[in-house]
């Protein structure tokens, strides 16, 4: 594994600004002042975070952050660089991240005026007076839902899929489709099989990466048959299969499973109900509904 070196530059410019004639104190209340973060990578994707808040990617500036110290953390994959530093009023912390093979230094450049530097980064506002609260409700309700996969296959004779998925935290999605036979809808609008074997299959692939820049590998394989005549068990078969990393479980589906059944490996807990899935974390939705919360919709 690569070591990870951040070299961290301190870019401050001060700003002057009249005084009223009072101190802070003596006008009996509490006045915020803010700086600026700056961070800088070379390495696609690293993923940046503000007191365990993740702020956006490489490379960012982000403003209206709170003066004093705070703890400061790029992440890549396994990889992560942490540490606690100073925000001044009215000057910008630059942060340039980068993988060598030495380790961690601090330096600092030369002082460099607000009004020299270009603004070729973009731009995001922290949100002031933020309690940990607050941070914790933001970090579960962001990375709490997973994928959501709905199978419309009504009014029509092919096989339809409309997903959603985390932007926060999912990446490399890829997935395939396959429908064999020829089918046709009797008079109860059912799906059935006009020459066969008629089968459908929908497989799809993804990486879920959780705030603290764990990665999971998540995959999902439905398949149906369709029946040429009605039967005991219905006009169709569904099988339901899902994996995270090495481990895989089959779905219970069909009959009463299909008003819903759910399935739970590791942290993550799928739900299958006609005609859809929906993974979710398992810990962030006990988080929540113990704080008397509503899981939010994906």
């Known amino acids: 594994m690569r070591n990870m070196t951040i070299l961290l530059a301190l870019i401050s410019s001060m700003l002057i600004y009249p005084g009223a004639g009072m101190s802070e104190e003596e006008q009996g209340f509490v006045i915020v002042h803010y700086g600026r973060v700056e961070i800088n990578s070379p390495e696609p994707g690293a993923r940046i975070y503000i007191d365990g808040v993740y702020m956006g990617d490489a490379n960012l500036l982000i403003e209206n952050v709170p003066v004093g110290v ?14 606690e530093f100073e925000v001044r009023k009215n000057e910008t912390l630059s942060l340039t991240a980068r993988l060598d093979a030495g380790k961690p230094v601090l330096a600092a450049s030369l002082p460099k005026s607000r009004t020299e530097k270009k603004d070729t980064v973009p731009r995001v506002s922290v949100e002031t007076k933020k309690p940990v609260q607050r941070a914790e409700t933001d970090r579960r309700r962001l990375f709490v839902n997973v994928v959501k996969i709905y199978f419309d296959d009504t ?13 926060m935290a999912v990446s490399g999605y890829t997935e395939r489709t396959d429908q064999k036979g020829r089918y046709y809808r009797n008079k109860a609008d059912i799906l059935m099989c006009e020459s066969g074997p008629c089968t459908r299959e929908w497989a799809s692939a993804f990486y879920y990466t959780d705030e603290n820049g764990r990665r999971d590998a998540v995959r999902i394989t439905w398949r149906e048959t369709v029946f040429e005549y009605v039967t005991l068990s219905g006009v169709s078969k569904t099988e339901l299969e899902w994996c995270v990393n090495d481990t895989c479980r089959p779905v219970a589906t069909g009959g009463k499973a299909d008003m819903g059944s759910k399935s ?35």
Do not use: F, M
């Open 70 to 83: 705070h703890t400061i953390s790029v992440k890549l994959a396994e990889l992560e660089v942490s540490g």
């Open 155 to 167: 009014q029509t004779n092919e096989l339809r899929i409309t997903k959603k998925t985390n932007p």
């Open 264 to 298: 739970s490996i590791d942290r993550y807990t799928l739900t299958w109900k006609r005609p859809g899935i929906i993974i979710n974390r398992t810990d962030l939705v006990k988080e929540i509904t113990s704080a008397g919360g509503r899981v939010p919709d994906l």
